[in-house]
């Protein structure tokens, strides 16, 4: 396996509150490789949002980060000064919002925010800045002739792509798509999606792509990390995970899916909801909507398990946990 560009280690983030910590990431470990595409999957409150803004430390109050490493290009994020994090940010991970509408500046154009962008890391003059814009919207197909246009001027789908061109303006080696095609039609994220693929194999950096939707992400992503109530339920090859799915977790989110070819089995969704994070279930998390799960389950934290090359599970029914967790 290559050196990781991004390397978590039991991280942990913590919301305040008066009621006592929400831990609302808990003991999180995963590696984003060099040139690859990692989706982190989950229903709505797994954390996936919130790993990525501490990723970028932009949490807002009350959220914390209370434990762990964040290894990017060998320094640990987490321990950067203010200074040292702003050479990062942008410069080297950058990040594309769910919601262009509200990432973008309603009151310039697109092409004074990207000129903005290029111009805060010092990276054109201003008389360069125009026409890299412009090549930045060409980038992501739209036509140079719209820099003067306003975010409400555009579509939905042409804003998010504002969004891509402002990511990539200063090339950098990770990229950040926190559920970048949120209320998009389905023709529309499909192209979106290819174009980002497309650049990513042109330009050769890594993504850490953050969905609800799980067979979309088996579609796109290298390797997928599903997450369920804070924690990590499973992580693996996007093939490895589609044909076999080892935690019962994943197994309900890819019944949940309605079927694309005739004769398949109807969509059946997960029992019950996620658990309230104020007051999380002992033992697996998942245990209360869990078909299979045993006594151990209700009592015990499940370690992960590997269950294949590069793919673990964290599940009882799966054996020992492997050495690297029992540590």
Known sequence: MPEPILSLRDVCVDYITEHGPVHAIDRVSLDVLPGEILGVAGESGSGKSTLAQAILRTLPPPAVITGGRAVFEGRDLFALSEEELRQVRWKRISIVFQSAMDALNPVITVGEQIADTLLA?????????????????????????????????????????????????????????????????????????????????????????????????????????????????????????????????TQGLLRAFPPVHPGAEEPVSIGGSPPSLVSPPPGCRFHPRCGVAIEECRRIAPGAVHVGPGHVAACHLLGAPAARDRE
């Open 121 to 249: 890391h010092g990276a054109f003059s201003g008389r360069a800045c125009r026409s890299r814009a412009a090549e930045l919207l060409e980038m992501v197909d739209i036509p140079g002739d719209r820099l003067d246009a306003y975010a409400h001027q555009l579509s939905g789908g042409m804003r998010q792509r504002v969004g891509i061109a402002l990511a990539l303006a200063l090339e950098p080696s990770l990229v950040i798509l926190d559920e970048p095609t949120t209320a998009l039609d389905v023709i529309v994220e499909r192209g979106i999606l290819d174009r980002i693929r497309a650049l990513q194999r042109e330009r050769g950096f890594s993504v850490l792509f953050i969905t609800h939707d799980l067979a979309r992400m088996l579609e796109f992503a290298d390797r997928v990390a599903v997450f369920y109530a804070a924690r990590l339920a499973e992580m693996g090859p996007s093939a490895e995970l589609l044909r076999s799915p080892r935690h019962p977790y």
